[in-house]
């Protein structure tokens, strides 16, 4: 069995991006990595319970909705972890920036499930998230400033400490400017072969 390594970000940063890149990586260099975007299967477990929601509207649900919604997609991937060969990355969020606050993206329960090796945190200058956020027209996400993405980085940090505490795993953060997801993938990528 492979390690789990949890790839976070705010929304922005291009996480998933550098997730897609790492496994184009991989594969070129034959190593066995697979990826599970937890968002993905939060949104497709809502259209079976008949909420046809886009995933950046599910944030917007009441927190008793969202947080079962965790518990499932974690039982989900915690199976694949069993299953896949090599590593597998859970690209996913650390805090998710509700009406209500933060919610913990990795509540306690999901960590349990999950077991993960590693947190590594992506993230960009705060101009650059809120020009990525501009431009991405597929996104429904709210406008903000850029004090806005200072604090939403920070939860996402002070998260990732407090997951690590609780799990044992290692937190590192991969910086992600402008044009430089190869890069960001390839350093993804170093950390997994340890």
Known sequence: MGRVIVVTGIPGTGKTTVCNEALKLAEQTRKKIQAVNYGSIMV???RKRGKSLHRDELRRS???F???LQAEAAKIISKKTGEVEG???VDTHMSIKTANG???GLPFHVLQL????MFVLVEAEPHEVLSRRFRDKTRKRD???EDEIMEEILFSRLMAVACAVLTGASVKIVKNPAG???EAAEDVLKLLVW
């Open 44 to 46: 497709e477990l809502s």
């Open 62 to 64: 009441g927190l008793t």
């Open 66 to 68: 969202q947080r079962n």
């Open 87 to 89: 590593d597998l990355i």
């Open 102 to 104: 933060y919610l913990a």
């Open 114 to 117: 999950l077991n993960p090796d």
């Open 143 to 145: 406008k903000v400033m």
């Open 180 to 182: 430089k997801q190869a």
